[in-house]
């Protein structure tokens, strides 16, 4: 055999390995998100059986916070969460300096979350609490997208239903926002538990979940954001010009959707701070540490390779009226 053939060959077999590999790509990353027309409406103490509109990120905002609750099978877990965030929000400090809402969006649950939520919202009158009911389970990354983009916050919170993190820590990550972004620029400000790595908090956990961590870590270093020391705390805020750069070019429903999140701030520009928090272990967790894992590397690579290759990427805020 020639030298040529040799070459012929070897362009042969690179081509149908990229071609295998891009075919993987498309196969293994995740369809569009759907959104349909019953979750875009809301149940709340002022209208428990006739759904409202819900306010759409592209248009001005309605209130200065909003807080977004994920919530998958949640009964037990949400009603001390509700009543810790709501103490705080109406806590003297803070009465009558800063209106809120808090969306909870029951990601396709099976135990009678909305129920449970609608509930809650009766309980207390003075507070607007939206439920949103998606139509099936799709991941705590698609129900915290479809949050943010149903908001009206000028400021946008996204708080995990289990109550971990102090929702008075709100108010450090408000005022790194206002360093970070003032006058309504884009933003996002990430609580982080990287200071508790060897406090008990972190040393009591499994030592599976703290396997999954620090390979995370890794892993991160490796796509482009080990800038940021933690980048899985469920406790994130966005100024509303960042969110809506960020979320409608979301693609992950996830549980590691947050890398995606701080990707696309990184190819946006969009400054990110990260604030120290508290924090502490809830029982309840709904993750598989085992699938997780699988997943999050997969999920890694597919959002790395798709940005990489351009097939998903942000407009600025700014390009949309050009």
Known sequence: MDQSSLVYGAVILLSGSVILLYAALVFWSPPPIITHDS??????????????PLTRLDEPSTVDLTIVVPAYNETERLPEMMAQTIKHLTSPALKGK???EIIVVDDGSSDGTS????????????????IVTLERNIGKGGAVRHGMLFSGG?????????????????????KSMDV??????PGMVVGSRAHLVKTEAVVKRSFLRNVLMYGLHTILRIVGVGHIR??????KLFSRSAAQQIFPAQHLPTWIFDVELLLLAKQLRIPVAEVPIEWHEVAGSKLNVVTASIQMLRDLLIVRANHLLGRWSAIPLKSKSD
């Open 180 to 185: 970070i972004a003032p006058n309504k620029a």
């Open 98 to 100: 800063r209106t809120f």
């Open 39 to 52: 979750e875009k409406k809301y149940l709340s103490r002022s209208s428990p059986s006739n759904p409202l």
């Open 230 to 235: 933690d980048t899985q705390c469920g406790f």
């Open 154 to 174: 000028e400021r946008l919170l996204m708080a995990d239903a289990d109550g971990a993190s102090k929702i008075e820590d709100l108010e450090e990550l408000w």
């Open 115 to 130: 129920a449970a939520a609608l509930e809650l919202a009766k309980s207390y009158p003075t507070c607007d609490i939206k």
